[in-house]
């Protein structure tokens, strides 16, 4: 059974998705949390992992505590959105980073991800694609917004943690590395060790170094569904060679379908960057 559990903690009441499981050697009932969601007044369904989304309880409780400030807050939401859109393709890096500093003085950095940056770059995606948005100013935002995540990588670099070694990539025709930066940058800010060697790196090359490097887990990204029958060919490649190792396979390309078969275990939910140092725990 799943639920949402408030704590307030100095005036401001805080979210949690909560997990009740019964202990069989205890006998007895514990609590997991799933997920911190963030300040009740800012949670919205979008923020609820899918699996969870539909249950009756959860959507009566966001119901019950829908409040003005929510709808302030999503308004903000959408202005921090146009300004960085607008900060991208000026090719902007100082504006882009005050408007990350500004949000994360208040929130989450999963969340300056998830909530900002991701439906920031798909729309520049998507006016591209349609013609509205030439090459070249989608090559600028592209560029700063990985410059972007590349400073806030490097600043949390700086307290070399070690909760565990990861590896990110994409197969071979993949050169969109933006969900590998993202993820990547998380994972730093929690306290892994990362080898990113995305975009594309050849599936020889990756083995080898996986051996060299002793993973605790590998994560593959793939934007286009063109290239997931390459993805299909890299894990399993992997997965033969390292049968122990835990892979885990996420991306764009799962956003319509998800009935791909993987030697490793498919993550379609896009709102999960929070959830991945407990996914990375429980390999």
Not at 169 to 186: Q, R
Not at 258 to 266: A, V
């Amino acid at each position: 059974m799943v639920f949402l559990r408030k704590k307030k903690v100095k005036g401001c009441e805080y979210l949690y998705l909560v997990k009740s499981m019964w202990d069989k050697k205890r006998k007895t009932s514990r609590q997991e949390t799933i997920k911190y969601l963030g300040e009740i007044s800012a949670v919205t369904r979008d923020d609820i992992p899918e699996e969870y989304r539909e249950d009756t309880k959860i959507n009566s409780f966001l119901l019950q505590n829908a409040s003005k400030d929510r709808k302030k807050h999503e308004q903000l939401i959408e202005q921090l959105r146009n300004k960085l859109f607008t900060s991208l393709t000026d090719g902007n890096l100082k504006e882009s980073m005050n408007i990350y500093k500004s949000f994360v003085s208040n929130n989450s950095l999963d969340k300056f991800y998830e909530r900002i940056v991701i439906p920031v770059m798909a729309k520049i995606g998507h006016l591209w694609s349609n013609g509205e948005l030439s090459i070249a100013t989608e090559h600028v935002a592209s560029n700063i917004v990985h410059s972007l995540i590349k400073v806030i990588s490097d600043d949390f670099r700086k307290s070399k943690q070690d909760k565990g070694v990861v590896i990110l990539t994409t197969p071979v025709g993949e050169d969109h590395d933006l969900g590998c930066d993202v993820l990547d940058s998380f994972l730093i800010s929690r306290g892994f060790i990362t080898f990113n060697l995305s975009p594309s790196t050849p599936s020889e090359s990756l083995i080898e170094f996986i051996k060299t490097a002793k993973p605790d887990v590998l994560f593959v990204s793939i934007t286009l569904e063109d290239n997931i029958r390459s993805g299909q060919r890299l894990v399993k490649k992997i997965h033969d060679k390292y049968k122990k190792l835990p892979i885990f396979i996420g991306g764009q390309a799962f956003s319509q379908k998800t009935n791909f078969r993987f030697e490793g275990k498919l993550i379609t939910d896009t709102h999960m960057l929070e959830q991945m140092p407990r996914i990375i725990k429980k390999k």
